[in-house]
C-alpha cells in the first residue's frame, strides 16, 4: 500500500467525517483501484479515521441543528449515503423530541410571518406546511403544529 495515498486518505478524512463510499470515491478519483483502495479503507476504519456511526451522528445532528432539517429529509440522506440500518437508527437518536417540535414551531412562526402579505389563512399554512415538509418534517406533524397557532 502507498504509504503517500494512505496519508492523503487520512488527510481527506481528518478535514470532516466521511462514509466508506465517500472515500472509495475519492480512491477513484485519486486512481487507486480494487484491493489497494480497500486495503486503504481498511486501515482508515482500523485507525478510527472513518467510522460510518460516527458520521451519522454528526451529520444527522448537525443537519438538525444548523440547517433545520427534518427527520424525513436526514434519513433519505442517510439511506443514500449507503449506511447501515443500524448506523441510521443511532443517527437518528441525535435528534431530541422535545427540540424537533420546538425547532418545527419556530420554523412555522418565521414563515408564516413572512407570508403576512397572503390574505387567504389557508393558502398561508398550505404554503407553510409545504416549506416545511420539504425541509424533512412530517406531515400530521406539521399540521398539529399549523392548527395549534
Known amino acids: 500500500?502507498?504509504?503517500?495515498?494512505?496519508?492523503?486518505?487520512?488527510?481527506?478524512?481528518?478535514?470532516?467525517?466521511?462514509?466508506?463510499?465517500?472515500?472509495?470515491?475519492?480512491?477513484k478519483d485519486w486512481k487507486v483501484f480494487d484491493h489497494e483502495a480497500e486495503d486503504v479503507i481498511a486501515e482508515l476504519i482500523t485507525e478510527n479515521f472513518i467510522n460510518e456511526e460516527r458520521f451519522a451522528k454528526t451529520y444527522a445532528g448537525s443537519k438538525f441543528?444548523?440547517?433545520k432539517w427534518g427527520r424525513n429529509k436526514i434519513l433519505g440522506e442517510l439511506k443514500r449515503r449507503?449506511?447501515?440500518?443500524y448506523c441510521i437508527s443511532s443517527g437518528m437518536k441525535e435528534i431530541d423530541a422535545e427540540e424537533y417540535?420546538?425547532?418545527?414551531?419556530?420554523?412555522?412562526?418565521?414563515?408564516?410571518?413572512?407570508?403576512?402579505?397572503?390574505?387567504?389563512?389557508?393558502?398561508?399554512k398550505k404554503k407553510a406546511a409545504d416549506y416545511a415538509m420539504r425541509k424533512g418534517f412530517e406531515g400530521d406533524l406539521v399540521w398539529d403544529v399549523l392548527r395549534g397557532i
Open 101 to 124: 417540535f420546538l425547532v418545527l414551531q419556530a420554523l412555522l412562526h418565521k414563515k408564516l410571518h413572512s407570508l403576512r402579505s397572503e390574505t387567504n389563512e389557508f393558502v398561508k
Open 1 to 27: 500500500m502507498d504509504k503517500q495515498i494512505l496519508l492523503k486518505a487520512c488527510n481527506f478524512c481528518a478535514y470532516q467525517e466521511r462514509t466508506q463510499d465517500e472515500v472509495r470515491q475519492k480512491l
Open 82 to 85: 449507503g449506511l447501515s440500518d
Open 65 to 67: 441543528r444548523v440547517k
